[in-house]
């Protein structure tokens, strides 16, 4: 096969994803669906920065927690740190 049938395969399914996609960009509402009130920019930045944030940062601190070393090692006699 030559170079121009992939490029007109290619550009082929670009389209072809592309109508398949539309329906995702609609503006159309359901039937019984109404928009609420729209956020305040304060809520945004609380539900979209901050809880994933600080969701995050919890799950940081539980694991670093769970796996903390808990005395300090002595690595004396240890094949990695000398070689005899």
Avoid: C, D
Wanted: hydrophobic share 50%; charged share 15%.
């Amino acid at each position: 096969m030559n170079a121009k049938f992939f490029t007109w395969a290619k550009s082929a399914s670009v389209i072809a994803l592309t109508f398949l996609a539309t329906p995702a960009f609609a503006v159309a509402q359901e039937g019984s669906a109404e928009p609420g009130q729209g956020l305040t920019s304060v809520q945004t930045v609380l539900y979209f920065v901050v809880a994933p944030l600080s969701l995050f940062l919890t799950i940081v601190a539980i694991g670093y927690g769970v796996h903390r070393p808990r005395e300090k090692r002595n690595n004396s006699g240890n094949a990695l740190s000398e070689i005899r």
